[in-house]
């Protein structure tokens, strides 16, 4: 028995904070095509089930352009069952997006709690009914039954840090649910790829959401040989886009090829998201180099986050001395500085950075 075991493909995600709307389309679209990876996956691997795990979609008011591409992209998995559940974002109530969905012979829409069989798999959803609720969604299952058949849990919830005396919402109790007997427990929710148990995974969002999710981009190849046996887990890449955290210190001008190398190891730029950080200390000179490189990167990633707070302007000892001379100019720029370096997110980085700009550009112009 194998089955493609995904979760949280979010569609109809905003990302606002992508600023080109050119840029934000083409990252939503890539949420699209990871489904057509997924769908080929569960082909070439003649998966007997795909068994989505909650947040199908971002919410309940999705518009119909996403809708229908997501019915075109659920048309490519058939005859495979596909079971879609509930989440959080897209729970089933009256007005949930998952009820927009057409008819397909393939397609199985999870809203209630009732055991879904499929050939010798039994699925047994835990659907969520509202967005935040209070109390397991997996506390009514009763222990699995041993029939010769395999017993699989859907549910959608976080399963870390239970606190009787303060309750997550749509919290797991994976330990009592572990004790149950079923055969594997299909979990979603984290975006980031988790194993909680040999029986319990998550498989973390097929495409990232942010870039603090550690290890997204996956699916589950989940192999069953027998009803009470291991499952054996196959985690598979199946993001499109990447999304890469990396930071550097600046020590000298030459550390700027640090920031070059990384650019030029890139392969698909057009689908890389790159949230970068740069501390340390610069020389104008090497300012207008690195604006020059960052400029060309912001055109050519997909998206480019720039925290450049405590990288600070150091002058040259030539352009030291020429400040020192400076009168008022020479004492604003000092205490600009002193600003800056007590708080390095104020206004005065700029100011300083505008103040040593203007002068560097006199210094040239009177050379």
Not at 17 to 31: G, N, T, V
Not at 110 to 128: K, M, Q
Not at 178 to 206: C, F, N, T, V
């Amino acid at each position: 028995m194998r089955i493609l075991h995904t979760a949280d493909w979010q569609l109809g995600l905003r990302l606002g904070f992508i600023p080109e709307q050119k840029d934000r389309h083409r990252a939503q679209s890539l949420r699209f095509e990871a489904l057509r990876t997924l769908a080929d996956l569960a082909k070439r691997h003649h998966v007997d089930a795909v068994v989505v795990c909650g947040d199908v979609f971002d919410d309940n008011e999705v518009g119909p352009d996403v809708v229908q591409q997501a019915v075109d992209m659920l048309r490519r998995f058939g005859p495979t069952p596909v079971a879609l559940l509930p989440g959080n974002h897209d729970a089933a109530t009256p007005d949930s997006v998952l009820k927009r969905l057409p008819p397909m012979d393939h397609l199985h829409i999870l809203t209630t709690p009732e055991p879904l069989t499929l050939g010798r798999l039994v699925l047994h959803p835990c659907p969520l009914t509202k967005r935040i609720r209070f109390t397991d969604p997996t506390a009514e299952l009763s222990p699995a039954s041993e029939d010769g058949r395999f017993h699989l849990v859907m549910a959608h919830g976080g399963t870390i840090d239970l606190d009787p005396e303060n309750p997550a919402s749509n919290a797991i109790d994976l330990p009592r649910l572990l004790q149950k007997g079923y055969d594997y427990i299909a979990l979603g929710d984290w975006h980031s790829l988790k194993e909680m148990d040999q029986r319990a995974w998550y498989p973390g969002a097929p495409e990232a959401t942010r870039f603090k999710e550690l290890d997204p981009g996956k699916a589950l190849l989940v192999e069953l040989k027998e009803p009470g046996g291991t499952p054996s887990i196959t985690p598979v890449k199946v993001a499109r886009s990447r999304w890469i955290k990396a930071a550097i210190q600046i020590d000298s001008d030459e550390d700027i090829t640090q920031i070059e190398t990384l650019l030029e190891g890139l392969e698909t730029r057009s689908e890389t998201l790159v949230q970068l950080t740069l501390n340390g200390q610069i020389t104008l000179e090497g300012r207008a180099r690195l604006e020059t490189l960052l400029q060309l990167a912001g055109e050519q990633l997909l998206y480019l986050r720039l925290r450049m707070d405590h990288l600070m302007d150091a002058p040259s000892e030539e352009q030291a001395e020429w400040l020192q001379m400076a009168g008022v100019i020479g004492r604003v720029a000092e205490r600009l500085e002193e600003e800056a370096l007590r708080d390095p997110g104020s206004s005065a980085q700029d100011a300083r950075r505008l103040l040593h700009r203007l002068m560097w550009e006199i210094q040239n112009d009177a050379s």
